[in-house]
C-alpha cells in the first residue's frame, strides 16, 4: 500500500465534503451542487464505499487527497501533508528536500506569522495598542477567536522564521516582509486572514494612529487573492448552515463586530465587490445571501458590482440598509438593532429605486425616466419570469407607473451580450461509460468475448489508452493507470442503475457493444478510404469485405 492510499484509507471521505459542500443521501451515496461549477441539476455525488467524491460536470475530484486539492486549489503533496496530520501519519518523505529546497512550507510560515502577532499583542511594551483593541470595543473572546494580533517587533518575527528552515529569499517573497529588517505591516493591528478550512493565507493590517492606507493587505498569492476568500467564513460556516443565510459586509472590522454581536453567519469582503468566486464558496453552504456593504458612494457602487455578479446565480439575495448611512460597526455601537434591519431587507430592484431617489427627482418625469431605466436594466438580464414579473409591479406601483407602460419599456431597453451558461451535467465519453459498466459490474469478460475487434482496432478512437490499459489491467498484464477514474466511473453508472435489475443491465450494457461494434466498423470503413486508392481494384476487394463483415455483425 502506497502512503497516499494508507492516508486515503483513514480519511472518510463523507467528513471531509461534507465541510465544504451540504449533500443529501441518494442510495448507497450522496449527492449535492458541484463546488467546482455553477449548476441547477446536482452532479456532484461522494461515495462512502468507494471513498470518492466526483464532479461530472467538471470532471474534478477523485479520493480524499485529489478532493482537497482541488477544492482548497494546493498542490497534491500540500493535500496530502493537511490529510496525513489529520489521519495521524507521519510523512517520512522530506517534501522540501525532494524540491531541492530547505523552505518551510508557505502555510506553516503564515501560521507562525499569525501566531506572533497574537503574541505580541499581550506583551507589556504593547499595553497602548491592546488598550486601543479594547477601546474598539473588542472583548478578550473576539480577540482570541479572530486570532487579532499587533506587529511590533519585525526583526524577531525574521529571526523566527528562519529558525524554521526558511531562507531570506523565501521569507521575502512569502509576502509578509519589505526588507529583512521591516515586515510589511510593522505598527499596525494584525486581522489574520484564512481560507475556507481555517488555514492563515493572508493579513489585513489597519493603522493604529493617524496614516494611510487605513488598511493594507497581504499582496496576491498562489494561496491567497481575495476575489477567492471570504473573512471569517471558516468561523462563519456552521452558524450559515444552520442558520439558512450569509450576511456580507465590508472588511474585517465589521465582520469582526458582527460575529462579536452573536450575527456568527456573517463574513467579509476585502476592498472588492463580492465576485462568482466568492459566490461559489457561499453557495456550497447557502442559497440566501444578505448584502451589508457601507452606504457611502464607493459602498454603493460594491454593492451594485456585487448584484450584478448575483443575479441569475440561483440566490435568494437581499440588501441590508443600515441607518443613516452608518456601517454595522458604528450601527452595533450606537447600540442599534441590526435584527430589524435583517427583516427590513430589501430586494436588488428597490435597492436600485432607493439609489435613485438620493440622485433624481422621482416626481419629476425625467427622473422617473433615468430610475426606470437602470432598474430594467438590471431585470433585462433577469431569466427567471418569475422574478422580472415581480420586479416589474414593484418597479410600476414605486413609481406611480402603470405595469403596461414599463413592459413596454423594458422593451426597449438593450440587452447586454449573453454570457456563457454553464454546460450542467456533463455526459460522459461513451467509450468511458462502457468502461464503467465493464468495472462496475465486472463485465470485461463479456466484453472481451462480445466484441468482434482486436486491441490494433481501437487505436486512433478517443480514450483509446485509458481504454486499453484498464483492460490490461484486468487481464492481469498490467495496473490500473487512473484508479481515481475507473471509480469516478463506476459511481456515474451505479447511480444511473441504482434501482436496475441486473437483467436490465446486461441489456443496457449489450446495447452498449453493439453500439461499440458500429463505431468501430465506422472507425475501419473511414481508415480504409483514407489508406487506398478508392478508384484501385484492392479498395474494391477490401470494400467488398468490409460489408461482407458489417453483415455478419448485423450493423449493416
Given at each position: ?7 486515503e484509507?483513514?480519511?472518510?471521505i463523507l467528513?471531509l465534503?461534507q465541510?465544504y ?16 461549477v ?7 455525488m461522494v461515495?462512502?464505499?468507494k471513498?470518492i467524491?466526483?464532479c461530472f460536470?467538471?470532471?474534478k ?5 485529489k478532493?482537497?486539492a482541488?477544492?482548497e ?10 490529510l496525513?496530520k ?5 510523512l517520512?518523505?522530506d517534501f522540501h528536500?525532494e524540491?531541492?529546497?530547505?523552505q518551510t512550507?508557505i ?5 507562525i506569522?499569525?501566531n506572533w502577532?497574537?503574541?505580541e499583542?499581550y506583551k507589556?511594551?504593547n499595553s497602548?495598542?491592546?488598550?486601543y483593541a479594547?477601546?474598539r470595543?473588542l472583548?478578550e473572546?473576539?480577540?482570541q477567536?479572530?486570532?487579532i494580533?499587533?506587529?511590533g517587533d519585525s526583526r524577531?518575527?525574521f ?5 524554521h528552515g526558511?531562507?531570506?529569499k523565501d521569507?521575502l ?5 519589505v526588507s ?5 505591516f510593522?505598527g499596525?493591528l494584525i486581522?489574520?486572514?484564512?481560507n475556507f478550512?481555517g488555514h492563515?493565507v493572508?493579513?489585513?493590517g ?8 487605513k488598511?493594507?493587505n497581504s ?12 473573512y471569517?467564513?471558516h468561523l462563519a ?24 454581536a ?12 463580492l465576485t462568482?468566486?466568492?459566490?461559489a464558496?457561499?453557495r456550497?453552504l447557502?442559497?440566501k445571501?444578505?448584502?451589508c456593504l457601507?452606504m457611502?458612494?464607493?459602498g454603493?457602487n ?6 450584478d455578479?448575483?443575479?441569475?446565480e440561483e440566490v435568494?439575495c ?8 452608518k456601517?454595522p460597526?458604528e450601527f452595533?455601537e450606537s ?6 434591519l435583517?427583516e427590513?431587507a430589501i430586494?436588488?430592484?428597490q435597492f436600485?429605486i432607493n439609489a435613485?431617489?438620493?440622485r433624481?427627482?422621482l416626481?419629476s418625469v425625467?427622473g422617473?425616466?433615468h430610475?426606470?431605466?437602470e ?20 418597479l410600476?406601483?414605486s413609481l406611480d407607473i402603470?405595469e403596461?407602460v414599463?413592459?413596454?419599456?423594458l422593451k426597449?431597453?438593450k440587452?447586454?451580450?449573453?454570457k456563457?451558461?454553464?454546460t450542467?451535467?456533463m ?7 462502457l ?10 469478460d463479456l466484453?472481451l468475448?462480445?466484441i468482434?475487434y482486436?486491441?490494433?482496432h481501437?487505436?486512433?478512437i478517443p480514450?483509446?489508452?485509458f ?5 490490461l489491467?484486468h487481464?492481469?498484464?498490467s495496473?490500473s493507470?487512473d484508479?481515481d477514474?475507473i ?5 456515474q453508472?451505479?447511480a444511473?442503475n441504482?434501482?436496475t435489475q441486473?437483467?436490465t ?5 449489450s ?5 461499440a461494434?458500429?463505431?468501430m466498423?465506422?472507425h475501419e470503413k473511414?481508415?480504409l478510404a483514407?489508406?487506398?486508392d478508392?478508384n484501385s481494384i ?9 460489408i ?9
Open positions: 500500500m502506497s502512503i497516499s492510499q494508507e492516508i484509507a483513514k480519511i472518510n467528513e465534503v465541510r459542500v451540504p449533500l443529501k443521501k441518494s442510495g448507497a451515496n450522496y449527492k449535492g451542487l458541484s463546488p467546482f455553477q449548476e441547477k441539476t446536482p452532479s456532484f461515495s462512502p464505499a471513498n467524491a466526483y460536470s467538471s470532471r475530484g477523485g479520493g480524499p487527497i478532493f482537497l482541488e477544492i486549489k494546493i498542490e497534491y503533496r500540500e493535500a496530502m501533508q493537511l496525513a489529520e489521519a495521524g501519519i507521519e517520512k518523505t528536500k524540491r531541492g529546497s530547505n512550507d502555510f506553516e510560515a503564515y501560521k506569522a499569525a502577532y497574537h503574541e499583542l507589556s511594551e497602548e495598542k491592546l488598550a479594547q477601546r470595543g472583548t473572546a473576539t480577540l477567536n479572530f486570532q494580533g499587533y506587529s524577531g518575527l529571526a523566527l522564521l528562519k529558525s526558511m531562507s531570506e521569507i517573497e512569502s509576502g509578509i516582509f529583512p529588517n521591516r515586515d510589511k510593522f499596525r486581522f489574520p486572514i484564512a478550512t492563515t493572508g493579513f489585513t489597519r493603522i493604529i494612529d493617524a496614516g494611510d492606507p488598511y493594507l499582496p496576491a498569492s498562489r494561496i491567497f487573492n481575495k476575489s477567492e476568500i471570504l471569517g467564513l460556516k456552521a452558524s450559515i448552515m444552520k442558520l439558512g443565510y450569509v450576511i456580507v459586509v465590508e472588511g474585517q472590522m465589521d465582520t469582526v463586530k458582527l460575529h462579536q452573536g450575527f456568527t453567519n456573517t463574513v467579509g469582503i476585502s476592498g472588492t465587490a462568482k468566486e466568492h459566490i464558496l457561499l456550497r447557502t442559497t445571501i444578505f448584502l457601507d457611502d458612494k464607493a454603493v460594491a454593492t451594485f458590482s456585487s448584484l455578479s448575483l443575479l441569475n435568494d437581499k440588501v441590508i440598509q443600515v441607518e443613516g448611512g456601517d460597526d452595533i447600540g442599534g438593532n441590526f435584527t430589524k435583517i427590513e430586494s436588488p430592484v436600485f435613485g431617489k438620493s433624481y427627482d416626481d425625467v422617473k425616466t430610475v426606470l431605466r432598474a430594467l436594466k438590471y431585470v433585462r438580464r433577469m431569466t427567471n419570469r418569475i422574478e422580472i414579473d415581480m420586479s416589474i409591479k414593484y410600476a406601483r402603470s403596461n414599463v413592459y413596454e419599456e426597449w431597453v440587452a447586454p451580450p449573453k456563457d451558461e454553464p450542467g451535467m455526459s460522459l465519453d461513451f467509450w468511458h461509460t468502461i464503467g459498466y465493464c468495472s462496475a459490474y465486472q463485465l470485461y466484453f468475448a462480445s468482434d482486436t486491441d490494433e481501437f487505436e486512433g480514450s483509446f489508452d481504454i486499453r490499459s484498464e483492460i489491467a487481464l492481469g498484464q495496473e493507470t484508479i477514474s471509480k469516478a466511473l463506476e459511481l453508472v451505479e444511473e441504482e434501482w441486473r437483467d443491465i446486461l441489456l443496457k450494457f446495447e452498449l457493444v453493439k453500439r461494434q458500429k463505431l466498423y465506422e473511414q481508415a483514407s489508406s487506398m478508392q484492392e479498395y474494391m476487394q477490401a470494400h467488398l469485405s468490409l461482407s463483415k458489417g453483415k455478419k455483425l448485423g450493423i449493416i
